[in-house]
């Protein structure tokens, strides 16, 4: 205890000096003690020994206002949580401003509602848009853009499910979510996943990520293995795909959980890239797999499971499952664009009932590559040599009205 009235009366000698030291240790010590000073000013401080709480005097001098609790102990403090009335920032967030989980450059580049990520490749991450149909058990890009749907054995479906109106992850109003659903395997070459290419090789090249997002278990038991794997692509004499060993496994429980898997990406120096420029990154969700694949997938097993996801993204560096807070769902218009680079939906390109009809489409964006033209039950041609990455002269010929579809899909 060190307190002082900050008043030197005269006196002799001996006792100023006293006076005076005991006045500069109780300027040092904040008035320290287990009661307040007995002489007050306007704006002094005292450090409460009692309840380990530094406070300082209105200007009026006439309370006490708490600063911050001390823990002693833990060498930390707490500020109280009056003095956070209105403060809008999560745990996760104030986490990022004092150090604890990495820079303060972090919650700078958080995803605002109409701002593309630069960091973040994975396209249709929170699931909004599923032009090829909602439900599907084949192998391939049959259900949600730019979504793959491994299925290897058994039954796997890649569906679309609803949230319920005010369901929120972290500060985001979802609308849908992507389910993969496993049964009926047994055997060790059997396997399921959902995955997505991003477009180039080079993408994350020599650099550490965390893939982040947030999943459930909706049925069955079981978790997920996250895996990456580089694909150099094909034409000329490119490099054989270099798996990435290094799997990550997500412990799933029946409520939403953020997850995250910090990834370094091997470098490509070295490496020959295929002529027909379709190399990419490969980001692999396991949901079953059988001892073949054990050294890919942590030994994840076969296993008779369902998987929800959500909010599949990437961040350049370590982070932590909180970092998800930072998250904002894509703004549909530019998200919807990044998608039609590489599958597009022309529903009626001709209305007529003529048949011999010629027509041009144009895409809504361009292509990543010259797309494959397919159609519904009328008859319809391409034209030769029209096709490219910006549209297509079809001739139709039988007279229902048209639905094409184009895919430059990786």
């Known amino acids: 205890m060190s307190q002082n009235d900050f008043n030197l009366a005269n006196q002799g000698f001996p006792s100023m000096r006293s006076d005076m030291n005991s006045a500069l240790q109780a300027l040092a010590s904040n008035s320290s003690g287990a009661t307040a000073p007995t002489t007050t000013y306007p704006y002094q401080w005292w450090y409460d020994e009692t309840t380990d709480i530094l406070k300082v005097r209105d200007a009026a001098n006439a309370v006490w206002i708490d600063f911050a609790t001390f823990d002693q102990g833990a060498g930390s403090f707490t500020v109280p949580a009056t003095s956070l ?83 929120t992850l972290g500060s985001n109003n979802p609308t849908y979510f992507l389910r993969q659903t496993v049964s ?7 396997l399921a996943f959902t995955e997505q290419h991003i477009e180039s090789v080079r993408s994350y090249a020599g650099q550490t990520i965390t893939v982040l997002g947030w999943a459930r278990r ?47 990406v091997p470098s490509i120096t070295g490496k020959t890239l295929g002529t027909n420029g379709n190399d990419y990154l490969r ?14 997938t942590n030994s994840l097993g076969i296993q008779t499971i369902g998987v929800d996801f959500w909010g599949i993204h990437i961040k350049l560096g370590v982070h932590t499952a909180d970092a998800t807070a930072l998250y904002k769902q894509p703004e549909l218009g530019p998200e919807l664009a990044r998608c039609q680079r590489y599958y597009f939906v022309r529903p009626t390109f001709v209305t007529t009932a003529a048949t011999g009809v010629l027509a041009h489409v144009s895409f809504a964006n361009a292509m990543r590559t010259t797309p ?10 391409v034209q030769s040599g029209t096709a490219s990455t910006v549209g297509a002269d079809v001739y139709q010929t039988s007279g229902s009205v048209q639905t094409l ?6």
């Open 372 to 381: 494959t033209i397919s159609g519904g039950a009328a008859g319809f041609s």
């Open 85 to 167: 009335a209105g403060l809008t920032s999560t745990v996760a967030e104030l986490n990022y401003l004092d150090g604890a989980s990495t820079t303060l450059a972090a919650p700078l580049l958080a995803n605002p509602q109409n701002y593309v990520d630069p960091e973040n490749r994975i396209i249709n991450g929170a699931f909004d848009f599923w032009q090829r149909g909602t439900s599907s058990t084949a192998n391939g890009y049959v259900a949600a853009d730019r979504w793959f749907n491994g299925a290897g054995g058994g039954t796997v479906t890649m569906s679309r499910q609803a949230f319920s109106s005010g369901d």
């Open 405 to 410: 579809k184009f895919d430059a899909e990786l």
């Open 218 to 264: 909706s049925s069955g038991a079981g978790n997920f293995t996250i895996e990456l794997e580089q694909n150099f692509g094909t034409g000329g004499s490119p490099s054989s795909s270099a798996t990435i060993v290094s799997p990550t496994t997500v412990t799933l429980t029946g409520s939403w959980a953020a997850f995250a898997a910090t990834i370094a």
């Open 283 to 296: 980001v692999l969700f396991w949901t079953s797999a059988g001892s073949d694949r054990n050294a890919r």
């Open 184 to 190: 009926g395997q047994t055997l060790s070459s059997q």
